[in-house]
């Protein structure tokens, strides 16, 4: 095929500032630093850092060969992040500007390309970036509760197509419901030719091995400029629905054919064929009932912020998925990466995308990039079947009725099977959108005390609408209880409480489709918002996604079959909680009982406390009391659970820890030289049973050898007890070795493959 796609990775210099002459070809580049993509224009700390330090303009140079083989080809340089505006020239001429950060843009520069026989490196691609927070682009204007960093941080490619290309397909799988289903394609074409042009398209749906299933071919004339057809299959017969526990995806071509090469193109996506819909009563996928049970995402990562590669991404919806058993995350807040999407089109994890924004609207132009915003996220990610709502409101936002009118309207005409939301949090809000979407913060305010145990608001008196809608929390916990991973025991159980309370009486509801706690993972913010330090410690996990007790609220929400669960929220010590001990202890599992043993007494079963959260397919565990002798008797526990009479699970726990192991693990074990690859490195400190040491800050130091290189500094501290970085490739394979070493214990060495 015709089509061409050459990622440009690697080779690209850096200045963090930008001069006019730095589009010159014959500049000194010797105040350039060579980077690779995805880049974040200046490292940052983890915390404690002066969030105007990447708040900068800057200059990225990239040469580039265009073979003269390519001549006749309409030549596009693409972008899928710039954080927040870019300006690009090729060959010393401006070629096109984008603002925002969070979706893609190209632009054809087929007219400034300069074509060479002997590979040489004719071309040059500037970009200046602005990553300032200019308040003509969302979601600046105001303040904002999290960092936008800056640079290029998501893929850059050029893309060469033949003169009459495919420039959009949607694919749409229709009668999803039905045993015969439909794969409708909406296409435009572009011709970029003066005449008029007779084409041949097909359209194929094939499964994950490549097999095709069924394939239509047809004829029109592609008509100079852009051209909208239409093609579908009909009786598509065994075809699997994508659900969450099974998401089987198919793979949609549309191809222009033809005798030459040169003439041919080829877009292609993979779709699921499912039904997703948000009714007053309850959330249906596939005509089956499911309370949503979900958690806000931020994309940003400790040192280079968005600026994580493909396998990041996709670790993170893993983690979402298999790690917190969640059904549903949300983008908050803007389109995040194409990796982390299709990961979760592939693992069955649903989503809620929203555009970028945050309580703020601005003036007209403003409204316009915003608008745009919903356009761009649409087109980029209608195909993916894990998205089941377009947050096309600001976050937060006041009600603005024409500007609401418009990004409905886009949203709609762009994609009519899906249904549209917009986060608010205030009552009584003008409602545009098929699903009111609300952020209830009820459960932890200052409440009078009749209200003290209320987790939720009843949907009729957020709404104020006479009759019920479809109704969704889309954020509570966060700032209402902000909790680090290493504070008092007390707090992290109540934090735990407060999600379980909120998911309990979400799941009672059901007029409510389900709750979206806040948040996944811990993330910098600005000095005005957090815990003063650049932090905003609101996530069920840190920001190395390092669980805190409240992870455990969703991960045992999942079946034993898959995972057995069993963590009781305790550090188990005599002297931790105020006045002493460890009760009353909740236990977060899936087991049907846990049986616990102190020192040689077993004091029996104890079973899910299913009178105090009805709600949930498996409520904690609480055990009132546990004696212990206040300074003596302190003795090593057992918790052993059981599903079906059959012991799945046992946590162990030493009355006396001392740190006798380095614990070092690493995600992944085999990385890409061929693409930017990433993998995480976890380092504890672990009693006899395993067990981190919460209190541990231990000094780390981590050396590395071979062709990756690590993200952040190389010595640290264990932060309560356990810490990760990441390492990333350099484009070449061979071996990595990282030895992790702390005073006092062997050395522990990882080995990596890059490939
Ligand atoms: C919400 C906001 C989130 C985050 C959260 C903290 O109001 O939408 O972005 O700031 O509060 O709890």
Redesign the pocket.
């Known amino acids: 095929m015709s089509r061409t796609i050459i990622p440009l990775w690697n080779n690209w210099l850096f200045k963090k500032d930008f001069n006019n002459s730095d589009i010159r070809k014959d500049i000194a580049t010797d105040d350039f630093t060579p980077v690779g993509i995805p880049h974040m224009v200046q490292e940052i700390p983890y915390n404690y850092f002066d969030e105007r330090n990447y708040q900068c303009i800057s200059c990225y140079r990239r040469e580039f060969a265009v073979d003269e083989s390519m001549r006749g080809s309409r030549v596009f340089i693409d972008f899928e992040g710039v954080m927040a505006a870019a300006t690009v020239y090729i060959n010393e001429k401006e070629v096109g500007t984008h603002k925002g950060g969070y979706t893609p843009f190209s632009f054809d520069i087929t007219d400034y390309v300069l074509y060479s026989k002997s590979g040489a490196a004719d071309n040059l691609l500037v970009v200046e970036v602005d990553s300032t927070e200019r308040a003509d682009i969302p979601p600046f204007g105001f303040a904002i ?2 960092l936008t960093y800056g640079g290029i941080y998501r893929e850059v490619c050029l893309r060469f197509v033949p003169e009459v290309y495919i420039k959009d397909v949607f694919f749409q799988p229709l009668d999803s419901d039905k045993l015969e289903k439909k794969l409708l394609a909406n296409i435009e074409f572009e011709n970029t030719g003066a005449e008029n042009k007779d084409i041949t398209y097909s359209l194929v749906l094939k499964d994950m091995q490549d097999t095709i299933i069924a394939a239509v071919t047809n004829s029109c004339i592609a008509a100079a400029g852009t051209s909208f057809q239409r093609a579908v299959l009909t009786d598509l017969q065994d075809i699997q629905v994508w659900d969450i526990e099974n998401p089987q995806l198919y793979r949609a071509e549309l191809c222009i054919v033809s005798d030459t090469s040169r003439d041919e193109d080829i877009i292609s996506a993979t779709v699921g064929f499912r039904t997703a819909e948000f009714t007053p009563e309850g959330f249906f996928l596939n005509g089956k009932q499911i309370k949503i049970r979900g958690l806000n995402r931020h994309q940003a990562y400790p040192y280079v912020g968005y600026a994580m590669p493909k396998r990041a991404q996709q670790d993170d919806a893993d983690i979402l998925k298999h790690e917190l058993g969640i059904n549903l995350v949300r983008t ?2 803007y389109p995040q990466s194409k990796h982390f999407l299709n990961r979760c089109d592939e693992i069955g994890l649903l989503v809620f995308e929203e555009i970028p924004g ?1 309580q703020h609207i601005g003036d007209e132009a403003w409204q316009d990039v915003a608008c745009k915003n919903v356009e761009e996220m649409i087109l980029r990610d209608r195909n993916h079947a894990s998205i089941v709502l377009w947050g096309v409101r600001i ?2 936002s006041p009600d603005s009725h024409n500007f609401y009118l418009r990004t409905n309207e886009i949203a709609r005409r762009l994609d009519p099977t899906r249904q549209t939301a917009g986060v608010r ?1 205030h009552a009584n809000s003008d409602f545009l959108e098929d699903v009111y979407t609300m ?1 209830d913060f009820i459960c932890g305010s200052v409440q009078p005390d009749t209200l003290r145990d209320r987790a939720l608001r009843p949907q009729r008196e957020i709404t104020g609408q006479a009759d019920l809608v479809p109704y969704m929390v889309t ?1 509570f916990a ?3 209880y902000p909790t680090k991973r290493f504070d008092q025991e007390e707090r992290l159980v109540e934090h735990a409480t407060k999600h379980l309370m909120v998911q309990n009486t979400a799941a009672l509801n059901p007029h409510i489709c389900g709750a979206i706690g ?1 948040c996944a993972f811990d993330y910098n913010t600005h000095y005005n ?1 957090g815990s003063g330090d650049r932090i ?1 410690y ?1 996530g069920v996990m840190d920001m190395f996604r390092i669980p805190k007790f409240a992870a455990a609220v969703y991960a045992s929400q999942m079946p034993p079959s898959k995972k057995a669960i069993l963590e009781p929220l305790t550090r188990y010590t005599i002297g931790e909680r105020s006045i002493g001990g460890i009760a009353p202890l909740m236990i977060c599992t899936n087991c049907d009982s846990v049986r616990v043993v102190i020192g040689e007494q077993d004091l029996g079963l104890f079973y899910p406390s299913k009178e105090r959260f009805a709600g949930l397919e498996h409520p904690p565990i609480i055990i009132s009391q546990i004696e212990g002798v206040w300074g003596g008797g302190w003795l090593d526990a057992a918790f052993i659970g059981y599903v079906n009479e059959k012991e799945v699970a046992i946590k162990r726990f030493a009355c006396n820890p001392t740190a006798v192991d380095l614990a070092v693990h690493s995600d992944h074990t085999e990385l890409s030289a061929y693409e930017p690859d990433t993998t995480r490195i976890t380092v504890k400190l672990t009693d006899r049973f395993g067990n981190e040491l919460s209190f541990s800050d231990a000094i780390i130091k981590v050396q590395l050898e071979g062709p990756a290189e690590i993200i952040g500094p190389k010595e640290f501290a264990l932060i309560g007890g356990v810490r990760a970085f990441w390492i990333k490739t350099k484009f070449e394979s061979g071996t990595v070795t990282v030895n992790v070493a702390s005073e006092g214990f062997k050395t522990k060495q990882i080995t990596i493959q890059v490939t």
Do not use: A, I, L, V
Request: net charge negative; hydrophobic share 25%.
């Open positions: 509760d999290y908050s807040h945050w976050n937060e949090c952020n954020e966060g700032h209402m806040w918002f905003c609101h």
